[in-house]
T-cell receptor, first 112, second 114 residues
Framework: DAKTTQPNSMESNEEEPVHLPCNHSTISGTDYIHWYRQLPSQGPEYVIHGLTSNVNNRMASLAIAEDRKSSTLILHRATLRDAAVYYCILSFTNFGNEKLTFGTGTRLTIIP | DGGITQSPKYLFRKEGQNVTLSCEQNLNHDAMYWYRQDPGQGLRLIYY???????QKGDIAEGYSVSREKKESFPLTVTSAQKNPTAFYLC?????????????FGDGTRLSIL
């Protein structure tokens, strides 16, 4: 399985943008890049996913490098509710073998 | 509101005892999953099911069993063969496995050994 590498922790000030990096140098052409976040004692929450093009939704933006070896999750204006562990995950589209492999993620702290 | 309900929130197991964790979804999703999370770690896949009456082992299936008799239900049994069952267990579902749809998670069951 292709692996992802994320910083263990990051801090950001409230109401400022946050850029969470993810490296995935062994990504294959059919791997999608997913981001989930998890609050303490809760299940993960889907944030965004993409294949090649940059993606935007109401929660965040996903910027994917041209060579797809890295990506960045962008929270445009951080709030205290955005404090969570953020997971960058690759998923392979194959009816026989799709799964999400979660690493240890990045713990994001928001400073008031 | 549609979603995934896991119960109980906390569960205690005695030595040699089997326990069953409940997972129910009213999202009309075809695929369902069970994950295990240990403190400070990511999630590891235990079992998954693409359709009713079908399920497959994940990465750490030993000591666990599942059933999928109804589309909306996917219970997980932690058997006495699982020697280190203390963990946070998460159930998830997705519309159609294999098409990169987001997974929806429940709020988990925390299992501890008495």
């Amino acid at each position: 399985d292709a692996k992802t590498t994320q910083p263990n922790s990051m801090e950001s000030n409230e109401e400022e943008p946050v850029h969470l990096p993810c490296n995935h140098s062994t990504i294959s052409g059919t791997d999608y890049i997913h981001w989930y976040r998890q609050l303490p004692s809760q299940g993960p929450e889907y944030v965004i996913h993409g294949l090649t093009s940059n993606v935007n939704n109401r929660m965040a933006s996903l910027a994917i490098a041209e060579d797809r070896k890295s990506s960045t999750l962008i929270l445009h204006r951080a709030t205290l509710r955005d404090a969570a562990v953020y997971y960058c995950i690759l998923s392979f589209t194959n009816f026989g073998n799709e799964k999400l492999t979660f690493g240890t993620g990045t713990r994001l702290t928001i400073i008031p | 509101d549609g979603g995934i309900t896991q119960s109980p929130k906390y569960l205690f197991r005695k030595e040699g005892q089997n326990v069953t964790l409940s997972c129910e979804q009213n999202l009309n999703h075809d695929a369902m999953y069970w994950y295990r999370q240990d403190p400070g770690q990511g999630l590891r896949l235990i079992y998954y099911s693409q359709i009713v009456n079908d399920f497959q082992k994940g990465d750490i299936a030993e000591g666990y069993s599942v059933s999928r008799e109804k589309k909306e239900s996917f219970p997980l049994t932690v058997t006495s063969a699982q020697k280190n069952p203390t963990a946070f267990y998460l159930c998830a579902s997705t519309v159609d496995r294999g098409k990169n749809q987001p997974q929806h998670f429940g709020d988990g069951t925390r299992l501890s050994i008495l």
